[in-house]
T-cell receptor
Framework: KAGVTQTPRYLIKTRGQQVTLSCSPI?????VSWYQQTPGQGLQFLFE???????NKGNFPGRFSGRQFSNSRSEMNVSTLELGDSALYLC????????????FGSGTRLTVV | AQSVSQHNHHVILSEAASLELGCNYS??????LFWYVQYPGQHLQLLLK??????LVKGIKGFEAEFIKSKFSFNLRKPSVQWSDTAEYFC????????????FGQGTELSVKP
């Protein structure tokens, strides 16, 4: 089966701009989670969506938001970008009970200049 | 706050050496436990997981991990490492009532010398 697909792979943005990242989960997976990976903070949970509803949210400012569509695809938006938002953003999908674990995509590398 | 601690930041081994990477978590309730591996330039891949039952779980590529509830630990082991095991290893914990939220350790970078 196809894996988790994230687009774009790389992105360069200027401070103050906004950005939208996309994630297509594995077919049949209805839960999508987002994580931020940085060398200093490691992997940190951003939020999770299931059936178009946000189920859980990490400790990130309101500039970070997301949504999920009826086909389970998800988008993440970051507004008013800051230099510290430079990171690898990972998306993971799973079956509802998570019994098969969480499958991660290759990520979107965001660089804010 | 719940945390996940990985004891070693960087481990260097020679091929055929045995590996044990430590992982401890601070939450006392029911948890699901995971080890992920991230090879250079690649995405996170699931090595193994523990949900319930036998505390000794076997994963892919010869890895195994033992869940010791009394010690809040989930250490990863491999009897004989190969150069291709060079990667970063992450332990992750999911609390029973927190949906899909994984809390990751800081990661352990493993370098295997040929």
């Amino acid at each position: 089966k196809a894996g988790v697909t994230q687009t774009p792979r790389y992105l360069i943005k200027t401070r103050g701009q906004q950005v939208t990242l996309s994630c297509s989960p594995i077919s049949g997976h209805r839960s999508v989670s987002w994580y931020q990976q940085t060398p200093g903070q490691g992997l940190q949970f951003l939020f999770e969506y299931f059936s178009e509803t946000q189920r859980n949210k990490g400790n990130f400012p309101g500039r970070f938001s997301g949504r999920q569509f009826s086909n389970s695809r998800s988008e993440m938006n970051v507004s008013t970008l800051e230099l510290g938002d430079s990171a690898l953003y990972l998306c993971a999908s799973r079956l509802r009970d998570g019994s098969d674990g969480y499958t991660f995509g290759s990520g979107t590398r965001l660089t804010v200049v | 706050a719940q945390s996940v601690s990985q004891h070693n930041h960087h481990v260097i081994l020679s091929e055929a050496a045995s590996l044990e990477l430590g992982c401890n978590y601070s939450y006392g309730g029911t948890v699901n436990l995971f080890w992920y591996v991230q090879y250079p330039g690649q995405h996170l891949q699931l090595l193994l997981k523990y949900f319930s039952g036998d505390p000794l779980v076997k994963g892919i590529k010869g890895f195994e991990a033992e869940f010791i509830k009394s010690k809040f630990s989930f250490n990863l082991r491999k009897p004989s490492v190969q150069w291709s095991d060079t990667a970063e290893y992450f332990c992750a914990v999911k609390r029973y009532n927190q949906g899909g939220k994984l809390i990751f350790g800081q990661g352990t970078e493993l370098s295997v010398k040929p």
